[in-house]
C-alpha cells in the first residue's frame, strides 16, 4: 500500500514517518507538499508532527488553510484511513476533522519522554491488530497535548467509543501520575464518528525499531496496511 | 574621525591607525563600523589566534579543518560528520530565553551552511549556585530557549552537560554543539568568485537588533549591562527551517558559488569573508536588502545582526532555478549585489558608495595580538592542600547519597526531558545514560559525542584541566564503543587583557594540544568567548571539548545501564592522587582545593583502545567513567539506571590514614571506567586488558536491591537503590518544582 505523507512548512517528522512506512514497513511512501491538491494515489494519509508554520498563532491553526487540507477533507469524508501525529492531530482538530483542542501541557513544560497508552478500541483502521487494553509503549514531544472539550463532547465521545488510546500506568492503570500532561480523561488520541480519522499525540512512528526503544508503534500503521488490504 | 567615535567603537589608536594604512584615508562611520565588528575579539580572535596555532589539526580522516564555518571529519561510505561548538554566554545572560535560542540557530546554520543535514545537537551550561533564585530564573529561560528552537526547527538535543558554582553567577555559559552529516566531496564553502555572479540575500528581514552583538560578546558586563537588551537578537525557528530546507535544496544543483549565514557581524562579516576567501570583490546595494524597519542607514543594515539571514553566491544565468527553490519555500531570494574582480568590498545606499574596503586586509589584517601571560598569584595557595587536615566523614553511606543529589551530579532528566530528543529518529542512546549517539541512516554505522569541561580543575590546573577535559569526552565516546576522531573545542575565559587570565588561556589551550596530540584527535574548529567577567570577576576558565567517535556497527552501541544481575563487575584503570579539586571535597568541606588528578595519556590511549576493542568484540555489557563524584558514584549510576545492584570491594587509595576509604570511593583520578562482563567473557576480557597495559581488577557483582562498597574487605557504604534513586533524581528538579511528576 501507499502512505501519502503531507508536509506542512514547520513539518519536522515528516522523514521519520516515511521512514517507518516505506523502509521499517516495506511500504510505498511519498511526501505530498502542502500547496499540492492530489494525494498521489495514496491509501492512507499522514500529518506529521512538528511546527506548522511555526505554531506561532494556535498549533495547527494556518496549517489548516493549506490547499491540500481539502482534499484531505475529501478523502476522509470517502472512508480514507487518515492519522494525525501529534502536530498532525493539531492540525485536524483545528480543520474540524476532529473535535475538542490541544492546551499547553499541565506544567507548562515541553516534554519528551517514553509514555504508557492503552488502546480503548481496536474497530479503527489504526488500531485493528491491536488489542482493546494492550498497553503500549511510545513517545511523546510536545508542549501543548493536553486534551480539552466541553463535558457534553467528551460524553459523546465516550458514548461512541471515540477514545482510541489513554495514557496508563506500565501495567495498564488509569492514574493521575501516568497522565503526563493533564489530557482530560487522560485522552491521548481520539477518532472521528466514522472512525477513519484518527489523531493522537504520542509518536508511534518514533517507536517502530528496538534499536529506538520501542517497537509498539508498530501495530498503529501495521493495523492500517492490513486495513488497506482486507 | 574624533576620538570618542573611535573609542565606542571600541578601537584603539593603533588599530585606527591600521585602518588608515588600509584606506590611505579616513574612513566613513559604515566603514569604521565594518571594521569595528570585523576586528572585535569575538569576529577577529585577535587575542587568541597566536595561541590556537599549536592545536594539532591535521589527520588523515580530516575533510575540512579550522576557517570555514565549520569542521569535518570522514565517517566512512562517503560521508562526513560536520560539526562545531559555539558559545552564546552573554547574550544569554542579558535575555536568557532568546540568547539560548539565538545560541542555538546560529550553530545550526553554521552546519548547514557547510551543505550537511544537522541530525543532532548538544549543549554545555554553566550557571551560579542553585539557591540563588536569579540562576533559576537563567536556568528555566536558558532551557526553555534551547528547547523553543530545536524542537521547533527538528533537530533532536540529544545530550549535554551542566554544572553549577558560583563563579557563574554573573556570568553563565551557554555553548552549543552541532552536527550534520553530508556527502564528503560536497561540502559547501563560503566563498565568493566569478565576477559577474549574482549575491542573493534570503531569509529573514533586516531590523535594528543586535547592531553591535560582537563588539558586546568583546566587552566586560558592568551593572549597565541590562541595558544592553536591545543588542539581544530575537529567534524564529520556523524561518531557520524554511532556509535550512530551502538551501540544503539549492546546495544540491552546482548553480550554488558559495553560501554563508550572517552571524555575528552580519552582513558586513559574510560579505567581507566570503570576497576574502574567494580572492574576489563583492558589491551591494543595502537599500535591496529587505528591511522590517522604515529609515535604516547603510550603517546599520551592514552591523545588524538579525537573525535567521543566509547570503549566497549564484552562477551567472542559474538566476531562475535558484529563486524558484526559495519560491517554493516561501522565501524571497533578493539580489543585492554582485561579484567584482576588484577586491574590494564595495557597500552602496541607493546608488551612492558608502563604504569601500579592501576585502582581504579587512579579513586577513585584523590585528594580532600576543597579550602578556603572567601565572596568577592565587594559585599557590589553592594548589595546597593538607588532607590530614580534614576531617574524615564519618558515614561514607551519607556523604555518598548527598552527592548523588549534589545539582552537579544529579539526573539530567528534568532538562533534557523538554527537549525533543528523539525527532529524526537516529537517537540509539537516550540522553543521560552516557555518550549520546545517533545512528546514520543508510549506514550500519553510528555516531557518538560527548561534551565536557571541569571550570574548578581549570580554575586549580589550566594546563592539567585542559588535558583532562580532552581525556574526558574521548573516554565518554570510547565507553560506548566508537573511536573518537575529530573534536571541536570553545575556550571560555575572563578578561584576555588581564595577564593572569592570559596565562590561564595559553595554559589550557597547551593542555589541549598536548592531549589531542597523544590521543591522535584532531581539532577541526571552535570558538573563543573571551571577557567572561562581571565587575572584574573572572569565571572559572572553562574550556569546553566535543569530541566525535564513529562505530562502524550501530548494534553493538553500550551506555551505562549494568545490563543484568550476576555479571563480574570490572574497573579497567587504577585509582591515584588523592581528593584535590573533587566534587567531594567541594560539596561536603567547601573547599575548591588542591590538583586534579593528572591524566597520563599513554595510559588514557591504551584505555580508549581497549573499550572500542571490547565492545566490538562483545564483551561487555556497560561501559561508564570515573568522572566527578568518583567510582562511588559512577557505580551508583549503573545501578540506578538499571534497577539492578551491586556488591563491590575497592582497594584503599593513599597513605593509611582516615581518608583511606574516602579516596578511594570518592577520589576522582581520571583514567578509569567501570565494565560489566558479560557471562563467561570475564577472563578474556582480563587477558585482553593485560595485553593492552591496562590495570583491570574484578571488584565485584551486579544484583540485589542495594549498592554495597567496601574497602579491603570492609563495608564502608551501603545504601539501598530506592533511597539512591530519589536522592539522584530530586537533585536538580527540587529545586524547580513543588512536587516532582
Known amino acids: 500500500m501507499k502512505f501519502a505523507i503531507i508536509e506542512f512548512p514547520g513539518s519536522n517528522c515528516d522523514h521519520d514517518a516515511y521512514h517507518a512506512a516505506k523502509h521499517v514497513l516495506g511500504q510505498q ?70 473535535e475538542g483542542a490541544l492546551l499547553r501541557n499541565r506544567r507548562l513544560k515541553f516534554l519528551c519522554q517514553h509514555v504508557h497508552v ?71 488520541g481520539i477518532c472521528n464518528p466514522e472512525r477513519n480519522v484518527v489523531g493522537l499525540m504520542p509518536h508511534p512512528e518514533r517507536a517502530c525499531e528496538s534499536a529506538l526503544g520501542s517497537e509498539d508503534g508498530r501495530v498503529v500503521l501495521e493495523s492500517v496496511v492490513a486495513a488497506v488490504a482486507a | 574621525m574624533d576620538p570618542a567615535t573611535i573609542e565606542a567603537h571600541g578601537l584603539t589608536a593603533d588599530e585606527y591607525q591600521k585602518v588608515l594604512d588600509i584606506l590611505g584615508r579616513e574612513p566613513t562611520l559604515t566603514e569604521l563600523g565594518i571594521f569595528s565588528v570585523m576586528w572585535s575579539e569575538h569576529c577577529s580572535y585577535k587575542s587568541s589566534r597566536v595561541h590556537l596555532k599549536r592545536l594539532p589539526t591535521e589527520g588523515p580522516r580530516v575533510v575540512q579543518g579550522p576557517g570555514e564555518n565549520a569542521g569535518a571529519v570522514d565517517i566512512g561510505d562517503g560521508l562526513a560528520a560536520v560539526f562545531k561548538i559555539e558559545s552564546h554566554n552573554h547574550p544569554s545572560f542579558i535575555e536568557p530565553y532568546q540568547g539560548a535560542a539565538t545560541g542555538v540557530g546560529g550553530i545550526i546554520r553554521d552546519i548547514f551552511t557547510m551543505g550537511a543535514r544537522p541530525i543532532a545537537l548538544l549543549n ?60 564528503a566531496d560536497q561540502l559547501a564553502k563560503g566563498l565568493a568568485s566569478g565576477a559577474g555572479n549574482p549575491v542573493y540575500y534570503v531569509g529573514a528581514k533586516t531590523g535594528r537588533d543586535g547592531i553591535h552583538g560582537a563588539t558586546m560578546a568583546s566587552a566586560e558586563f558592568d551593572e549597565n549591562s541590562a541595558e544592553n537588551r536591545p543588542a539581544v537578537q530575537v529567534g524564529d525557528p520556523f524561518m531557520e527551517k524554511l532556509l535550512l530546507e530551502a538551501c540544503l535544496e539549492v546546495m544540491k544543483s552546482d548553480a550554488l558559488v558559495g553560501i554563508q549565514d550572517m552571524g555575528a557581524a552580519g552582513l558586513t562579516c559574510s560579505t567581507c569573508e566570503m570576497g576574502a576567501r574567494g580572492d574576489a570583490g563583492i558589491e551591494i546595494d543595502v537599500s535591496l536588502v529587505p528591511q522590517r524597519e ?99 566523614s564519618p558515614d561514607l553511606g551519607r556523604v555518598w547519597l548527598d552527592l548523588l543529589c549534589a545539582p552537579s551530579i544529579a539526573s539530567r532528566r528534568w532538562i533534557y526531558r523538554q527537549y525533543d530528543h528523539m525527532v529524526r529518529t537516529n537517537t540509539i542512546a537516550l540522553p543521560g545514560l552516557g555518550a549520546a549517539v545517533v545512528r546514520v541512516k543508510g549506514t550500519d554505522r553510528a555516531l557518538a559525542f560527548s561534551v565536557d569541561g571541569n571550570g574548578r580543575y581549570c580554575y586549580l590546573d589550566p594546563l592539567e584541566g585542559g588535558r583532562l577535559a580532552v581525556a574526558e569526552a574521548a573516554r565518554n565516546v570510547a565507553c560506548a564503543g566508537a573511536q573518537p576522531i575529530g573534536a571541536t573545542n570553545c575556550l571560555n575565559f575572563g578578561n584576555p587583557e588581564r595577564p593572569e587570565i592570559m596565562w590561564q588561556f595559553a595554559q589550557a589551550v597547551d593542555g ?19 571577557y567572561n567577567e562581571t565587575e572584574g570577576q573572572a569565571i572559572h576558565p572553562t574550556p569546553v571539548l566535543g569530541v566525535v567517535g564513529v562505530i562502524d556497527d550501530a548494534s553493538r552501541v553500550l551506555n551505562r545501564v549494568f545490563p543484568a544481575a550476576d555479571l563480574d563487575i570490572v574497573l579497567l584503570g587504577e585509582a591515584t592522587g588523592g581528593l584535590g579539586g573533587s566534587e567531594y571535597l567541594k560539596r561536603m568541606h567547601r573547599l575548591v582545593r588542591g590538583r586534579p588528578a593528572p591524566v597520563d595519556l599513554d595510559r588514557e590511549r591504551a584505555l580508549q583502545t581497549l573499550l572500542v576493542e571490547l565492545v566490538a568484540e562483545g564483551l ?92 579491603a574487605d570492609e563495608i564502608v557504604a551501603d545504601v539501598g537503590l530506592d533511597d539512591a534513586e530519589q536522592a539522584w533524581s530530586l537533585g536538580l528538579t527540587r529545586h524547580f518544582e513543588r512536587a516532582a511528576s
Open chain 2, 512 to 530: 589541549i594540544a598536548d592531549a589531542c596530540g597523544a590521543l591522535g584527535i584532531p581539532i577541526t574548529g571552535g570558538n573563543v568567548s573571551l
Open chain 2, 294 to 392: 522604515t529609515g535604516m542607514n547603510a550603517y546599520e543594515i551592514m552591523l545588524s545582526e538579525s537573525q535567521e539571514r543566509m547570503l549566497l553566491v549564484a552562477q551567472k544565468g542559474r538566476e531562475a532555478e535558484v529563486e524558484a527553490i526559495f519560491e517554493k519555500w516561501d522565501l524571497h531570494a533578493a539580489r543585492i549585489g554582485e561579484v567584482t574582480g576588484d577586491g574590494l568590498l564595495r557597500v552602496k545606499h541607493a546608488g551612492e558608495v558608502v563604504a569601500e574596503i579592501p576585502n582581504r586586509p579587512l579579513a586577513d589584517q585584523a590585528p594580532l595580538y600576543n597579550r602578556q601571560t603572567s601565572r596568577p598569584e592565587y594559585l599557590d595557595d589553592v594548589q595546597r592542600l593538607d588532607e590530614s587536615a580534614l576531617d574524615p
Open chain 2, 124 to 183: 554545555s551550561l554553566r550557571f551560579g549556585a542553585l539557591d540563588d533564585p536569579a540562576t533559576r530564573r537563567l536556568v528555566d529561560g536558558v532551557v526553555a530557549g534551547i528547547a523553543g528552537y530545536g524542537n521547533s526547527i527538528g533537530i533532536p538535543t540529544v545530550g549535554g552537560e551542566v554544572d553549577f558554582d558560583p563563579s557563574y553567577a554573573g556570568n553563565p555559559l551557554v555553548n552549543v554543539f552541532c552536527l550534520g552529516v553530508a556527502k
Open chain 1, 29 to 98: 511512501a511519498a511526501f505530498v507538499w502542502h500547496k499540492d491538491t492530489g494525494l498521489a494515489g495514496a491509501d492512507a494519509v499522514v500529518l506529521p508532527g512538528g511546527f506548522s508554520y511555526g505554531d506561532y498563532l494556535r498549533t495547527g491553526a494556518i496549517a489548516r488553510f493549506s490547499p491540500v487540507m481539502e482534499t484531505v477533507r475529501q478523502f476522509a469524508a470517502e472512508g480514507g484511513p487518515v492519522i494525525g501525529i501529534c502536530n498532525g492531530f493539531q492540525v485536524l482538530l483545528e480543520a474540524g476533522l476532529l
Open chain 2, 620 to 711: 561487555i555489557g556497560s561501559a561508564h567513567d570515573c568522572a566527578e563524584g568518583g567510582v562511588a558514584i559512577t557505580l551508583a549510576e549503573c545501578c540506578i539506571d538499571s534497577g539492578v545492584g551491586a556488591v563491590v570491594d575497592l582497594p584503599p587509595v593513599g597513605s593509611q590514614d582516615g581518608l583511606m576509604a574516602t579516596r578511594a570511593l570518592f577520589g576522582e583520578a581520571p583514567t578509569r571506567v567501570v565494565v560489566s562482563a558479560l557471562p563467561g567473557t570475564r577472563d578474556q576480557l582480563l587477558s585482553k586488558a593485560r595485553a593492552a597495559g591496562v590495570p583491570a581488577a574484578v571488584i565485584g557483582r551486579t544484583g540485589g536491591a542495594r549498592v554495597t562498597i567496601g574497602v
Open chain 1, 118 to 188: 492503552r488502546v480503548e478500541q481496536t474497530d479503527t483502521p489504526f488500531t485493528g491488530g491491536a488489542q482493546v487494553g494492550q498497553v503500549l509503549s511510545l513517545p511523546i514531544a510536545h508542549g501543548e497535548g493536553s486534551y480539552h472539550t466541553t463535558a457534553e463532547t467528551l460524553a459523546s465521545l465516550e458514548a461512541n467509543r471515540q477514545v482510541i488510546f489513554r495514557y496508563c500506568s506500565q501495567d495498564g492503570a488509569m492514574q493521575d501520575a501516568a497522565n503526563p500532561n493533564g489530557s482530560l480523561a487522560a485522552v491521548a
